[in-house]
Every structure is written in C-alpha cells, then in structure tokens.
C-alpha cells in the first residue's frame, strides 16, 4: 500500500516520460496484436479486387494526378508571386513544411476521448505538438510521442481548441472541440460577427503549433443568442475524421525561407526610380 | 515442482493480454461507450481464484502497463487495480462460497469503486462532458462477470492445472 502513496506524490510531476517510453516498449505490441485483424481484413478485401476495378481506380487516380499537378503549376506560380509581393510588403513569409506519413493503428483508448495513435514515434523524430492533418484539412496535434507509435489528439476532443481564422474576411477565432466527431464549437464570436453558414475556417497559425493557411472546418450552423455576448456557432471538420487511416505529421520549418534575390531586385527598382 | 501445484502463468498472461486487447479495441462508437474494464475483470478473477500467487504487486503491475496502454496518467489505473485486489484479497475465501449473482453484487461495487476514483483523480472536462455514459462501464462489467468467470474458470480448470 505504501506504493500507492509514492504513485500519488509521482503524478504530481513530469518526470516519468521516461519510465513512460520503456514501458510502453512492452504495451506497443499488444497494439499491434488489437489492430491486427482490421489490418489484415483490409489487406485481403484490396488483394481480392478484380483485375478490372483495379485498373479503373488506377486510371481514375492518374487522372487526378494530372488535374492536380497542372493546379501544382498554378500554384507555384502563385506561391512565387505571394512571396514577391510580401517582399514588397517587407515581410518574411513561412513556407514548405516536411511531413510524414504515419498510419493508424484502429484502437480506442478511452471511449470518452478522441485520442488516436498512430504507428510512428520518437524514432521517426516525431516530437509533442506537432500538427497532424489528412488530405481534407486538420486532424489534430501530437499529445504524447511514445518511441515506436505516439498518441495524437483529434480537434474535436473536447480538451482541444485550435486557433483559426474565417478564409472570406480573416476574422481570428478559437474553435473548440465538442466530444462529437463531427462537430467543433466557436464560442468566442459576438452575435454581430460577421459569419455565414458555409464559412471556410483555415488555421490561422497563432499558437504556434498548427502551420498557417490548412482548411479545418465549415460554418454549419449560427444560433444567435440576443441574450448573451456571444453567439453559439458549431462547424464541421473538413478532414475525415473518422475515416482516413494515412495521416500527414507536420514539421515546421523554423526559420522563415529568405526573400533571396527578388527583394534585392525591387531595391535596386526603387533606387532606379528615385 | 510437482504438476499439481503448477500455477498456469502461461494462461494467466494470455487472459491479460487479452484482456487489454478487449479494452483498448476499437468497437464501433455507440458500443464503445458500453465497453467494460475488462482487464480489472480478469484481475479480480486470478485474484480471487489463485490469491497466492495473484496479489497486489501483479494487479499493480498490470494497472501500471494499463496505463501507459491506454494514455492514462501513470499511476491512476495501477492504484484502482490494487485497491480492488486488495478488497477481493480480505474477502476472497467469503467470495468463493458466495453464488454467481451475490459475486456479481461485490463486483458491481468493486468496479463502481474504481470508476469511482478514476473520475475523482482526473478531474477532467472531458468525463464532466461524459456525464453518465461514464458510468455504463460498471454496469456492463458486472454484466459480464459470469461471462469472465466462467470462461477463465475453464481454462484454468482445463488439464487441472491449478
């Protein structure tokens, strides 16, 4: 019994990260055992498609692919033409971020928590914090990095909130999970705001932790509470919360990219013009 | 060391491993809600079953994997885990002679217990949030007791290993 009391003057501190990763050495292929089978029962439903639907799906990817390498142009001109103007402005602008892809492991840790783990670590340099999206929008942020798999925190998670901003006008708000999957709460926008149902929320990269310019959600509904100085707003997530199994672990680039040799050239235009 | 008093370790680890299996499966939302402590069930029955071997040492133990398995504070599930092996500890010899509902009672007030100090330590929003689904747990887990005893008491009782 005494033990007990040692383990409720340890909780108190941080200490235990370590005891926390070796044991979780031994916990990790129990995980592995639970996601077995879906995994498997997966594997085996793609290996017994036809030759045909394959070939459909292959064609119908190549086609995407070339729709989006031909926006990728557009883009990279744009991204080009961004940078200028900011360079006009005198301003850095962060830019190319790295990511990882890290698969889920289907496991529920605890019913009332939308926590996920996926199958990367501290071996693959994953570290807390770090922004997790899919190929809709934001998922969530590293919580807890373990050595070979690392628990990741859904935006929905009603102990999560992420900093965002309306894609329309930039107006800044927090966006709060709910506990339901596919639902997060702003609970700071006063009933004049001015937002519409159908709003594109993207990050707004306040905080620090999620990279700026990612679609999270769409207005889905606006209460307006004459009553109180706030109005009650819910949203959707756009990423697929529920459904995506491959996920996108972000690094931020640290050090803003250099405005390299285009600032210098509009330096020289102006010296030119006076 | 004679057959007869071989203790199974062997089933007994594996009805734990399963047992965190269970837990931390990824069952369908509305269910998950429903799904009990399955590896306190399991400790309560080795505990009850074989209580010189099975103590508050290994229910510790196995709380304190539980939580590093399930993303808990350290600690947390390692102390319900042993407080509850230690009340079946007191009461087994009573326990044992006690039908399956009257074992059910004590489990149902066992598992309450537990949930009982999970929800006083974290104090958390999430579980405020959770409101009573928090709760079903300990009513599903009393409801598969006779489930968890009945199948562990076969295969331990399998070959008469004891």
Redesign the interface.
């Known amino acids: 019994m005494a033990s007990i009391a040692l383990l409720v003057a340890e909780r108190k501190s941080s200490q235990l990260d370590k005891l926390r990763s070796v044991l979780s050495m031994i916990t990790y292929p129990i995980q592995s055992i639970t996601d077995w089978p879906l995994h498997h029962s997966k594997e085996t439903v793609e290996s017994i498609k036809s030759l045909y639907s394959l070939k459909e799906e292959n064609e119908r990817l190549s086609q995407e692919q070339l729709i989006y390498k031909s926006q990728l142009l557009k883009y990279e001109a744009l991204e080009k033409e961004n940078i200028r103007l900011r360079a006009l402005l005198e301003k850095s602008f962060k830019l190319g971020e790295q990511v990882l892809v890290a698969e889920l492991l289907s496991v529920n840790l605890a019913p009332f928590e939308h926590v996920v783990v996926v199958d990367k670590g501290t071996r693959f340099g994953v570290h807390a914090q770090q922004a997790v999206l899919d190929a809709y929008g934001v998922v969530g942020q590293v919580y807890r990095a373990l050595p070979l798999n690392s628990e990741i925190m859904l935006i929905t998670d009603p102990g999560h909130a992420i900093p965002v901003q309306i894609n329309r006008n930039g107006l800044r708000t927090i966006a709060v999970g709910s506990g339901r999957i596919n639902r997060l709460i702003l609970p700071y926008l006063a009933n004049n705001a001015d937002i519409k149902e159908g709003d594109l929320l993207i990050s707004s990269g306040l905080g620090g932790i999620f990279p700026q310019g990612y679609p999270v959600a769409v207005v889905e509904k606006i209460i307006l509470q004459p009553n109180k100085p706030f109005a009650e707003i819910y949203a959707t997530p756009k990423a697929q919360l529920n459904r995506s199994r491959e996920l996108l672990i972000v690094w931020k680039s640290e050090a803003p990219i250099p405005l390299e040799t285009q600032e210098t050239d509009q330096a020289d235009e102006n010296h030119a013009e006076e | 060391m004679p057959k007869n008093n071989a203790f199974g370790y062997g089933r007994y680890f594996l009805s734990i491993?399963f047992a965190?299996?269970l837990n931390?499966?990824?069952?369908p939302?509305p269910m998950?809600?429903f799904?009990p402590n399955w590896i306190l069930l399991v400790v309560i029955y080795w505990v009850l079953a074989a209580p010189e071997r099975v103590g508050?040492f290994s229910a510790?133990t196995i709380g304190?994997?539980t939580d590093?398995?399930?993303?808990?504070?350290?600690?947390?599930n390692?102390?319900t885990n042993?407080?509850v092996a230690?009340l079946c500890l007191r009461l087994h010899k009573r326990l044992r002679q006690y039908p399956i509902l009257q074992q059910g009672l004590f489990i149902f007030f066992c598992l309450l217990v537990s949930q009982f100090l999970i929800f006083w330590i974290t104090d958390?929003?999430?579980?405020a949030?959770?409101s009573y689904?928090?709760w079903l747990?300990v009513l599903t887990g009393t409801f598969f007791w006779p489930l968890v005893f009945f199948s562990l008491r076969a295969i331990r009782l399998y070959r008469r290993i004891r």
């Open positions: 491993i965190m299996c931390i499966a990824a069952w939302q998950a809600q799904n508050i510790w304190l994997l590093v398995l399930t993303g808990r504070m350290l600690g947390l390692a102390l042993s407080l230690f958390s929003q999430t579980i949030r959770a689904t928090f747990p």
